[in-house]
């Protein structure tokens, strides 16, 4: 079996719904981000065999296809869509390595794109003739009363576990206070687009100003929630043999597992992830030296470091996507370029897991 490697992570800043991405297609926001990865990897546009992209909003018409062709990489490139919601570009990187390791391919960009902003307008029609009903979010689960509101979903969470709204606030003000003290050392991995080339929305967030936040469900509110968000972010992936003929550092993909759970219970889902990757290893909580956890609710993230026993000092180094914001597609893939970097600077084992709607979890488990 074939062994995959991490050649090189790169990213968008992440900006806001409405900001500075806002006029920007998919392949647009896609396109500089792939293209510098190229670059760092010294890997040519016409050696991939294969591009992976999840993206969760967008129109169908397999936009991996048109960020492929609009990046040069040739038309031998298919290109593969992949809508997995929140665990899509976590689950590309994993697609791809499964595809090192078959022999299927020895070069493979994989991440995922979202734009919230140019997200098209959805609408269900209907057999006898009634005007379509626009609609925001499709169902999850095939069962309405087990398909609840995430943030609704969170709150039940954050009441099952015991975790107050002043803990999940404290998570939400320390995840700003990370990426602040860190912005230095993130625009390594950030690729400026439109000169944009930080996370916009990271800013000095307080507990006193969490305390004002407007409630959204129980003790989930707009402070401790991540906010919609455009961005983009992608890996190369390749064998080993590809990865020992050019001058980078590498990081290998060890493993990575996405797993179903209870659909009205998404946020605590990737623990089973973890559990099972580690497992599969025969690794333990305490082998772990950098985790990348998913923070689109406070309460989910706080949920699946202490119920998988990994360390919250060892989390989220950067700050996490309370202080950037969530682009769907994107998250998982910006938690792998944060850890693909972390792990460059201290060497060790790291996880990065996130949770999805309908009740999924994925984490993938890296290596320095």
Same mark, same amino acid.
């Not at 500075?20 to 190229?38: G, I, M, N, W, Y």
């Not at 919230?116 to 095939?142: H, W």
């Not at 201290?346 to 990065?352: L, Q, R, V």
């Not at 999805?356 to 993938?364: K, N, V, Y």
């Given at each position: 079996?074939?062994? =995959?490697?991490?050649? @090189?992570?790169?990213?968008?800043?992440?900006? /806001?719904?409405?900001?500075?991405?806002?006029?920007?297609?998919?392949?647009?926001?896609?396109?500089?981000?792939?293209?510098?990865?190229?670059?760092?990897?010294?890997?040519?546009?016409?050696?991939?065999?294969?591009?992976?992209?999840?993206?969760?909003?967008?129109?169908?018409?397999?936009?991996?296809?048109?960020?492929?062709?609009?990046?040069?990489?040739?038309?031998?490139?298919?290109?593969?869509?992949?809508?997995?919601?929140?665990?899509?570009?976590?689950? &590309?990187?994993?697609?791809?390595?499964?595809?090192?390791?078959?022999?299927?391919?020895? #070069?493979?960009? &994989?991440?995922?794109?979202?734009?919230? =902003?140019?997200?098209?307008?959805?609408?269900?029609?209907?057999? !006898?003739?009634?005007?379509?009903?626009?609609?925001?979010?499709?169902?999850?689960?095939?069962?309405?009363?087990? !398909?609840?509101?995430?943030?609704?979903?969170?709150?039940?969470?954050?009441?099952?576990?015991?975790? =107050?709204?002043?803990?999940?606030?404290?998570?939400?003000?320390?995840?700003?206070?990370?990426?602040? &003290?860190?912005?230095?050392?993130?625009?390594?991995?950030?690729?400026? #687009?439109?000169?944009?080339?930080?996370? $916009?929305?990271?800013?000095?967030?307080?507990?006193?100003?969490?305390?004002?936040?407007?409630?959204?469900?129980? +003790?989930?509110?707009?402070?401790? $929630? @991540?906010?919609?968000?455009?961005?983009?972010?992608?890996?190369?992936? $390749? @064998?080993?043999?590809?990865?020992?003929?050019?001058?980078?550092?590498?990081?290998?993909?060890?493993?990575?597992?996405?797993?179903?759970?209870?659909? !009205?219970? /998404?946020?605590?889902?990737?623990?089973?992830?973890?559990?099972?990757?580690?497992? %599969?290893?025969?690794?333990?909580?305490? %082998?772990?030296?950098?985790?990348?956890?998913?923070?689109?609710?406070?309460?989910?993230?706080?949920?699946?470091?202490?119920? +998988?026993?990994?360390?919250?000092?060892?989390?989220?180094?950067?700050?996490? +996507?309370?202080?950037?914001?969530?682009?769907?597609?994107?998250?998982?893939?910006?938690?792998?370029?944060?850890?693909?970097?972390?792990?460059?600077? @201290?060497?060790?084992?790291?996880?990065?897991?996130?949770?999805?709607?309908?009740?999924?979890?994925? &984490?993938?488990?890296?290596?320095?």
């Amino acid at each position: 079996m074939n062994r =995959s490697f991490i050649l @090189s992570a790169a990213r968008s800043a992440v900006v /806001p719904r409405g900001g500075r991405f806002s006029h920007l297609s998919l392949q647009e926001l896609a396109k500089p981000v792939l293209l510098d990865c190229l670059v760092r990897s010294g890997v040519g546009a016409g050696d991939v065999d294969e591009i992976i992209v999840g993206n969760a909003l967008g129109a169908g018409g397999n936009p991996a296809r048109l960020i492929s062709l609009a990046a040069g990489f040739g038309e031998h490139v298919a290109g593969m869509t992949i809508d997995r919601q929140c665990c899509s570009g976590l689950d &590309a990187i994993i697609l791809a390595d499964a595809m090192i390791r078959s022999g299927q391919a020895r #070069i493979v960009v &994989a991440g995922g794109v979202e734009s919230y =902003s140019r997200r098209p307008l959805r609408a269900q029609t209907f057999p !006898d003739g009634r005007p379509p009903a626009p609609y925001d979010q499709p169902p999850f689960t095939p069962w309405p009363e087990r !398909d609840p509101d995430m943030a609704v979903a969170a709150a039940h969470l954050a009441n099952e576990l015991g975790i =107050s709204r002043e803990e999940q606030d404290a998570w939400a003000v320390t995840s700003h206070q990370k990426a602040l &003290a860190s912005r230095a050392r993130l625009t390594e991995e950030i690729v400026p #687009i439109e000169t944009v080339e930080k996370d $916009t929305f990271t800013r000095n967030l307080t507990q006193k100003t969490c305390a004002r936040a407007t409630p959204i469900a129980g +003790s989930i509110t707009a402070a401790n $929630t @991540s906010v919609a968000a455009d961005a983009a972010a992608f890996c190369v992936v $390749t @064998s080993q043999d590809v990865a020992g003929s050019v001058q980078c550092d590498s990081v290998e993909v060890v493993a990575g597992r996405t797993v179903g759970g209870q659909p !009205d219970r /998404p946020g605590i889902t990737p623990v089973a992830a973890i559990q099972q990757v580690l497992l %599969d290893e025969g690794l333990s909580p305490g %082998d772990i030296d950098v985790v990348e956890v998913m923070e689109a609710f406070a309460a989910q993230a706080i949920a699946c470091v202490s119920q +998988s026993g990994l360390q919250s000092e060892r989390t989220n180094l950067g700050g996490g +996507s309370l202080a950037r914001g969530h682009p769907i597609g994107a998250s998982g893939a910006i938690n792998a370029v944060r850890l693909y970097h972390e792990l460059l600077r @201290s060497g060790g084992n790291g996880i990065a897991a996130i949770a999805a709607a309908g009740g999924l979890g994925t &984490a993938l488990l890296l290596r320095a």
